[in-house]
């Protein structure tokens, strides 16, 4: 490091984006500490059957991954608001390349064609300057090997914030929210399908059917965390 870089560093410490700690020089994002104790999602079969229920009787998913798990107000939390709110598109894919290591090891590399991260309306992107679920894509598209695009599953209509509607509600609001700008782009692949995290999964579900409607041969989900 040289002596400006040094000072630089000194007076504008980067912060670990889990655990708020001061980073030191060789460490990027997240401290070594918080890389070895969040709570990673081991995919046990108790948890592997939490997450796959999600989906039971709505959908058809070929396998889903989440790789944190979602506790409120603890360090997972930090990073996905950061990821959203904090114009930290590095970050997100920073995330999406330590996630897709993780997927490598599972041999996911060999299950998928395509990889596409659920879209945000373009008057939202625009507004943040990237999308995090894109940027995730990107990160584990880059360690997978294996392709991925953004305009393929589009987003039209504006929705307000879904937090306080009941999951019905939700679900009327979503209709006909994405559409498949290329539907021969799909014929046929394993598609994986991005998002940042896993709750209801209301979203990821209605995007899904559309990829599916336009003929994928198989769906995967992939987040990076999810409320178990
Ligand atoms: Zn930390």
Not at 13 to 21: D, H, K, M, Q
Not at 142 to 155: D, H
């Amino acid at each position: 490091m040289n002596p400006l870089q040094l000072a630089i560093e000194l007076m504008y410490p980067r912060l670990c984006s889990a655990c708020f700690g001061t980073l030191q020089v060789y460490e990027n994002h997240i401290c070594i500490k918080c890389n070895l104790s969040l709570p990673k999602i081991a995919l046990h079969e108790n948890e592997q059957v939490k997450l796959d229920k999600k989906f039971w009787g709505k959908l058809n998913i070929e396998n889903t991954y989440s790789f944190l798990q979602f506790i409120k107000n603890g360090p997972v939390q930090n990073i996905l608001h950061k990821l959203k709110y904090k114009n930290s598109p590095e970050l997100a894919n920073f995330m999406g390349r330590w996630f897709g290591n993780h997927l490598l090891t599972l041999g996911f590399d060999k299950e998928v064609d395509l990889i596409l991260g659920i879209p945000l309306h373009p008057i939202k992107q625009k507004r943040r300057g990237y999308n995090q679920a894109d940027q995730l894509a990107e990160g584990i598209s880059e360690i997978l090997q294996v392709p991925f695009e953004t305009n393929i599953l589009v987003r039209t209509e504006f929705t307000e914030t879904q937090t306080n509607k009941s999951r019905y509600k939700r679900f009327e609001n979503m209709e006909g929210v994405f559409k498949i700008e290329d539907p021969e782009k799909v014929k046929g692949k394993r598609i994986a399908l991005v998002d940042d995290v896993l709750t209801t999964g209301a979203t990821l579900e209605i995007a899904g059917a559309e990829l599916i409607k336009a003929g994928c041969s198989e769906l995967s989900i992939l987040t990076l965390a999810a409320a178990l």
